[in-house]
């Protein structure tokens, strides 16, 4: 697939709710990195690790109030994606955020995510 | 400044030419991040010193053949702008490469830059 094939893929599923589908476009060895201050681990390493990280953080949200998958901006071996969510987390209460995700692509797969967002001050 | 404003002045100045404007967009103790395997260094710190490795970037350059400066698209405290260019160097020959530019904004300036792109193969 090209970065273009994989962001619209990529994109298709986020709206959809199909995160098992989102996370199969990733590389085995694939990475994923988190703002640096947010809280877990910054970055996470390895397709399945990712899964189960992802799986973790929908586990901790209470409640979805709103959220948008906007449309992808494609550049050569990357495209950034920008989402907003809204939600009441069971242990942080609500926090509503907009972020931008970019990926990068190599041999059709999804080897890097970085994700892009104004980390919450934590009380 | 907000992101907004920050993205927008940051665009029209690069759609001018005007870099010197552009980056006085950066905080003092902004820092600059290339991608990994980039020649070059791969993070600078510092206004002073990211202008610096502009204007070394840009002597290195013999003619710049096209390129373009997209859209900015913002999320909270970030924005991304996807920009092309196609020039010749004086020592690497033609390279034609789109990227994604990432800003962070704190306090109405630019703190964090990162650029995205398709790392070349060197001969």
């Not at 973790?56 to 906007?70: C, D, F, P, R, T």
Request: net charge negative; aromatic share 12%.
């Amino acid at each position: 697939m090209t970065t273009n094939e994989v962001a619209n893929k990529l994109v298709a599923y986020c709206r959809e709710g199909k995160y098992k589908e989102a996370y199969d476009l990733y590389a085995e060895d694939a990475i994923s990195i988190e703002m640096e201050g947010a809280p877990g681990e910054q970055i996470t390493k390895g397709k399945e690790n990712i899964w189960n990280a992802y799986q973790q953080w929908e586990e901790s949200i209470e409640e979805i109030h709103g959220g948008a998958v906007g449309n992808p901006v494609v550049a050569a071996n990357h495209f950034v994606v920008p989402m907003s969510m809204d939600a009441t987390f069971k242990e942080q209460g609500r926090w509503a955020f907009d972020e931008l995700c970019m990926y990068e692509v190599a041999d059709g797969k999804i080897k890097k995510a970085q994700y892009f967002y104004e980390v919450p001050e934590m009380g």
